[in-house]
């Protein structure tokens, strides 16, 4: 699939067929988001992968607000990707000062890369996606002992899609866009 391909087909996927994915595609897709850009190189982006139903289990009643259907998508997805992010790098200099008027936003734009990337790559590889923003965090971090030097981003479901829903409407081009000439 080329990548025009790829960004028109990719879809937002909430409910997923009970197929668990490989360790090897999970793998190749992390090879392939090891590319993604960020600032200065910084790499602040982290993924902690959960199949353990268990830990899903809690996740899905313990960090989800209401409302939200994502408790149900996190328990019936295969894989759930907790994505984090390190503290303090990206926007920073060596010395711990601000290199960007944008303060640590670069973080955030960083991680927002990488999870888009991880979605396109999963599409390669037949899988669905969805990033779920309705979650609770700190919650999160909690469950999955993350290092208190990272931030929990995003939770991302993915699985083998049970359908493929149609496109949204999407804007127009001159809806966006605007030139300067």
């Excluded at 992390?30 to 600032?39: C, D, G, L, T, Y």
């Excluded at 888009?116 to 002992?145: F, N, R």
Aim: net charge negative; proline share 4%.
């Amino acid at each position: 699939m080329n990548t025009i391909e790829a960004l028109r087909t990719r879809r937002t996927i909430r409910k997923f067929d009970s197929k668990e994915v490989s360790r090897q595609v999970l793998d190749s897709i992390f090879e392939a988001v090891r590319f993604a850009p960020s600032w200065k190189n910084s790499r602040t982006f982290r993924f902690t992968v959960i199949t353990d139903a268990k830990v899903k289990g809690r996740i899905a009643e313990e960090a989800t607000r209401t409302p939200s259907n994502n408790k149900n998508i996190i328990n019936n997805a295969p894989c759930v990707i907790i994505q984090s992010a390190v503290n303090g790098k990206a926007g920073y200099t060596a010395d711990g000062e601000f290199d960007t008027v944008k303060g640590d936003g670069y973080t955030m734009y960083d991680a927002g890369i990488a999870a888009d990337e991880l979605c396109l790559a999963a599409h390669e590889y037949g899988l669905g996606s969805v990033i779920m923003g309705l979650v609770d965090y700190d919650k999160i971090a909690q469950i999955i002992s993350l290092p208190e030097d990272e931030t929990v981003v995003t939770a991302i479901a993915v699985g083998y899609p049970e359908s493929i829903p149609n496109p949204p409407s999407k804007y127009e081009v001159a809806e966006y866009v605007r030139y300067i000439d």
